[in-house]
């Protein structure tokens, strides 16, 4: 059996009336592959052995399987920290979201997150877009002050850009929304100095944007017809 990016189907799980499972898979070389509730996720390229027995009676049976190489998940953006040059994080069209280097380059991969559609790496913090539409986001490096916004589910987010304490989000549609834990004291999101804290997404007063970024102390809007405003 072979393994391509258009076959990962999850296999059939049997279940007694308690939810309990009645057929347990397994990968015999779970370097080329596992299995995560039922569903058979590539590794690397190569052959392994997919096992499966019947709690009840112990009978087994099993194939081999070959994971090809367009099976493996891709890399759809990658981005330096922004605070200096020996971290960056990658996102695989898996939708896992790792981070290499730290203190020294020979760290090992370390995974962040999942379901990760967007992510914009700031100074310090990481804003991630899950593909529940719900908003993640990690003050430092190091993963504390991690804090989940409410979900936009009635929009299609494009892009997201953070920066500090400020983060933002443009939409399909040329609208964006903005919010901050408290670190938008300088007017970035084009409001009062006094309303820097937003709790959740909120829209801003800018149509027809085609890119966002955000600043340490400003925040950029390039609209369609070619204006910037920061």
């Known amino acids: 059996t072979m393994l391509t990016s258009d ?3 999850p296999p059939e799980v049997a279940v007694n009336e308690g939810g309990e499972a009645m057929l347990v898979w397994e990968s015999l070389d779970e370097n080329v592959a596992t299995i995560s509730e039922g569903v058979i996720l590539p590794v690397r390229q190569g052959t392994t052995t997919i096992r499966v027995t019947d709690c009840r009676s112990g009978l087994s049976d099993s194939f081999l399987l070959y994971v090809s190489e367009e099976a493996l998940p891709t890399v759809v953006d990658l981005q330096l920290y922004k605070i200096n040059s020996t971290m960056f994080y990658v996102l695989f069209s898996d939708g896992k979201l790792y981070k290499w280097g730290q ?3 020979n760290v090992p991969p370390q995974l962040v997150d999942e379901n990760v559609k967007l992510f914009s790496a700031g100074a310090g913090d990481l804003l991630i877009l899950h593909e529940d539409d719900s908003f993640r ?14 979900a936009l589910t009635e929009v299609d987010v494009v892009k997201v ?7 933002y989000a443009l939409t399909a549609e040329g609208l964006v929304y903005g919010w901050s834990l408290g670190g938008a004291d300088y007017g970035q999101f084009g409001m009062p100095v006094d309303n820097s804290m937003i709790d959740n997404p909120t829209l801003l007063p800018i149509e027809n ?9 400003i925040a950029a809007f390039l609209t369609n017809e070619g204006k910037l405003y920061v």
């Open 7 to 9: 076959s990962l189907v």
């Open 161 to 167: 850009s953070a920066w500090g304490n400020s983060l």
């Open 137 to 150: 986001y990690i003050h430092n490096v190091h993963g504390f002050d991690s804090v989940v916004y409410d």
């Open 209 to 217: 944007v085609a890119d966002v970024l955000a600043g340490e102390y």
């Open 103 to 105: 203190t020294a380059m």
